[in-house]
């Protein structure tokens, strides 16, 4: 009989312990629902990702625009840098400033004369 009382007294472990078809039943229910939620949320992951992969090709597509215009400016903008300074050479030897200088007091004497 002590064999007994012994029995009752030694808790069982954990590991041992044993559910009912009701509680498996619970706990398999439970486990469904929140992988069912999981999948879900990564099905929405899916969604945001293949949205972000399509923002991104079309941010792609945009900054390769972007760098053939900025490209083409800088071609244009070397070629208006050469004609100014072509322009500024046939300005300078058309006028030296010394010798507008010159001819500005020469007119100024001259003007001065005639009044």
Known sequence: MKSKSLKNKIPVPSSEKSFTTTEVGAMIESF?????????????????????????????????????????????????KSEVKAIRRDLEGKVDHKEFSALERRVSVLEARTR
């Open 32 to 80: 469904d629902e929140k992988l069912t939620l999981i999948a879900e949320d990564v099905s929405g992951l899916h969604q945001k990702f293949d949205l972000m992969a399509i923002e991104i090709s079309q941010i792609k597509s945009r900054l390769d625009i972007i760098e053939m215009r900025v490209g083409k400016l800088g071609k244009d903008m070397s070629e208006v």
